[in-house]
């Protein structure tokens, strides 16, 4: 397992400040806490602690899914993986599966569900040929090879059939109730995230109970503690709010 | 795709209530509604819709990984789907990882592990024989081939080393710290599940900084809303608490 | 401070199972533990311990505020002490001022209000005879003066002028937007207790910002631990939601 | 109801930021938004719009409780009203009831205590000569006079008796247990804020089942919620945590 040239790798600080590099684009990387030859990792493995020239310690490891997702260009609105780790624990989404995804954003949604889903595969829709650029460069770099990106509408319709999960992350998912009605399998799933309460009222308006079972709106709020010298507590800043996620089950 | 007999089934009424049944181990369901004729559904395709004698519709799906987990025979302190997703989200767990984890329980954790990392291995310890064997036969009646149980007890020990991910669901986690430190790769998770505060900070106590790096404990607090036609709100009554998780990263 | 014949007393067992009666108007208690004689209690002091007939204790003390709101006839949808005394923290509510409140339900939010301005005055509004009969009832027999109960509709309009907090308790609030304003002091405020989000968003749409400030809407979430031989955690089970509460302040 | 020099006034501009005055004390007000001469607000009348030279319009209130607490000079780590507000809704907290607090820090909670029983006293014990000069000097300005500062150390004795509530917010409530045992009357409480668990786990311990009752521990959330053009949600941040809350009863 020695590092290679061409590999990605992850430098993490002492404090956890995290670094993503390619072996062999660059020579040095300029830190905070000064310069570290990036040729000495050549060979090194995993654990390897590379020093800067002013004495900081990196390790290098192989960065994850998560570490990734972290490190790749984001958009501000990005769904967070606590609640994108949801839909698993909602839906059963696991390998083999095949998903209509709407809007493609930076990919980070996209990148987890073709992780779950290999070698099954995930399409999605993307008005925004921007969004869809950034989202496929992601995508490749990360190495995934189950995703399709359409520069399509998803309101005017979806043409896969059989599908086992549509999740949405658009500002008017009601739009997408009746096509994605025709793009599930029975007993497949939607999921949708919405950030404001009139967006979820709209959607739930938009599901006939004759189509659908086991619509649920939840919200997961994750609560971090920090163990100080003090004494252990809930961290004093909090996010509070992330978005409302809404899934429905076709009948 | 129709159903044919030996298949597993999930029947589910108009308010959700759920039977999951083998076809062809009985002729007949007897419901809260009414009779169902098994034999009639051999043939039929998923969202065909059972009526039982008394005329309550039952749509017919094959189930999940949730719904499995769902129906399964499980014990009291099983990990929630809502807690064991926040893995993936911490830890970046994907296909063809390495898991060892402790307790087995009824192996309903076990399960969402090996179906994230197939065609990687859940090796699991487990010192009850009685809970050992309950979650070996959850796991092979879903049709799971990568898990290995162990009667053995992890407090004594790890034996598999460069292991992806050490999971957790013990009274005394920080007697398996450095079992785990020997057990993981560099990067590599430790992630422990406790219900109360005393564990966690005993577990945090025997974390040193030197050999742990991204140490964090969260809470996942999943609140359900509900649109009735008086209004939308979440619901009145909820899980306040299931447990603390804390993640720890090899450094 | 030897209790007398017509004094309310409170008896609380020693799992806190809580009595009120009246000295003088039974001879006898019956509990679930057994019998106590009442005629025993004349003349002993707080901190009292009487002992049923099969040995189970009772400390017997006075009752607060808030053990009397526990004890007597409430409707079921009462708001909760733990929203109620928002109102403080958000108003500045104090001895002296004046409110008016609707509707008045059983009572306990203006129990909660005069106690709080006493000597100033609560005045309520509420269209249905028996609760405005309970309330009177409720709010009598504790021994509070300060409080005026009007068999009018708030939806009609405001009476009083110069008050320093209008309370409302409303399917409807926003029809009472307008009545307010006339009704309260330039940085008075106004309060409303809504159980679902429509009714919130509603009420945001007809408070104009010429004529209100400070508009502010939140929950108050209590969440209770337990500290147990096994350890400490927050209840497994809690209170999720109780209602929404809006304050605004007139410019 | 006109102003009179020596009043304290409350300005607040469009954007509710807000300014506290005293009349005659300067002839202007330097802001964010240009100079208000405060001559010209003499025999004005609440709800008066004072006009900057550069056009800002602030309107012109008497301050309340809360209104004081939130412009006078404190302590970081003052508890808040969210906070200190639910010691009514768990000790009825009322009129006429007395008091004893450790310890003071800004005077913050002691103003509101004041507020609440007046009539009755409020006495604090602190150690810390410089937090007792700044605490009584707020209350004094706030005119406030039913207060008593003892330059005192609580964990040595509490020389009052009969008292209805015993408040702390100190880093060891433990030490205080036996000695607001001494202080309390049967069915007086017991208040202790501790922003940190192992705090919560100690105070429980060092109360014994044989002297105390409905021993509870909570937390107070407040949940804040914005409207917006695009939509209804809880804001984004919110305060995660400020402290737990311990009430025990004398028995």
Redesign the interface.
């Known amino acids: 397992m020695a590092f290679k040239e061409g590999e990605r790798l992850?430098l993490?600080d002492?404090k956890?400040k995290k670094f993503m590099i390619t072996l062999g684009e660059r020579s040095q990387l300029h830190t905070h806490g000064g310069v570290i030859e990036l040729a000495d990792i050549v060979g090194k493995?995993?654990?390897y602690k590379a020093i800067t020239h002013k004495g900081l310690e990196f390790?290098v490891?192989?960065p994850?899914?998560?570490?990734?997702i972290e490190k790749m260009r984001k958009l501000p609105q990005t769904i967070?993986?606590?609640d994108?780790?949801?839909i698993?624990?909602?839906?059963?989404?696991?390998?083999g599966m095949n998903v209509v995804e709407a809007g493609v954003g930076s990919g980070a949604l996209t990148l987890?569900l073709c992780?779950?889903v290999?070698p099954g595969t995930v399409t999605s829709y993307e008005i925004r040929e921007d969004f869809a650029n950034l989202a496929r460069k992601n995508i490749r770099e990360y190495g995934c090879t189950n995703s399709v990106i359409k520069l399509q509408d998803i309101y005017e319709g979806i043409d896969e059939k059989d599908v086992d999960l549509v999740a949405l992350d658009l500002p008017e998912p009601e739009k997408v109730t009746e096509h994605a009605l025709g793009a599930l399998?029975?007993?497949g799933h939607l999921f949708s995230f919405s950030?404001?309460?009139?967006?979820?009222?709209r959607l739930?308006d938009s599901l006939r109970y004759s189509d659908w079972?086991?619509v649920?709106?939840?919200?997961?709020?994750?609560?971090?503690?920090e163990?100080k010298r003090?004494?252990?507590?809930?961290?004093?800043?909090?996010?509070?709010?992330?978005?409302?996620m809404t899934f429905a089950r076709?009948?």
Chains 1, 2, 3, 4 share one sequence.
């Open positions: 992850l993490i002492e956890g493995e995993p654990g390790v490891i192989y994850n899914l998560m570490d990734y967070q993986a606590k994108s780790s949801q698993i624990a909602n839906t059963g989404l696991c390998h987890l992780s779950i290999e399998r029975p007993g950030p404001t309460i009139e967006q979820v009222i739930h079972m086991e649920k709106t939840i919200e997961c709020i994750v609560r971090e503690y163990k003090m004494g252990t507590r809930p961290k004093t800043l909090m996010v509070g709010h992330t978005g409302y076709k009948r």
